[in-house]
């Protein structure tokens, strides 16, 4: 089954800009459509392999920092090509 995922992360701490970059970094390096915008995150793929990969993914992240607050939203469907009607 194919979903899109957006995600924002914010590492509650005051050197948080690195751990953003970190995360994106990781997921840029998956096998999973990435796209970014300065708000969230978008991943795009299948969602079972996807959601196991941003479990690693985000508890390396949680590691890393004091506290981080992820937000995630999922769409069960693949939503890269989406362009507006309007």
Do not use: C
């Not at 590492?11 to 970059?21: A, R, S």
């Not at 479990?55 to 995630?72: C, G, I, P, R």
């Amino acid at each position: 089954m194919k979903a899109s995922i957006e995600l924002t992360m914010s590492p509650l701490q005051d050197d948080y800009e690195q751990h953003i970059i970190d995360f994106i970094k990781t997921l840029r390096e998956s096998e999973f459509e990435v796209l970014e915008n300065p708000l969230a995150t978008q991943i795009y793929g299948d969602f079972t392999p996807m959601m196991s990969f941003l479990t690693k993914a985000m508890e390396k992240s949680m590691e890393e920092t004091k506290a981080v607050l992820f937000y995630m939203k999922v769409v069960k469907t693949d939503r890269h090509n989406y362009e507006p009607f309007f």
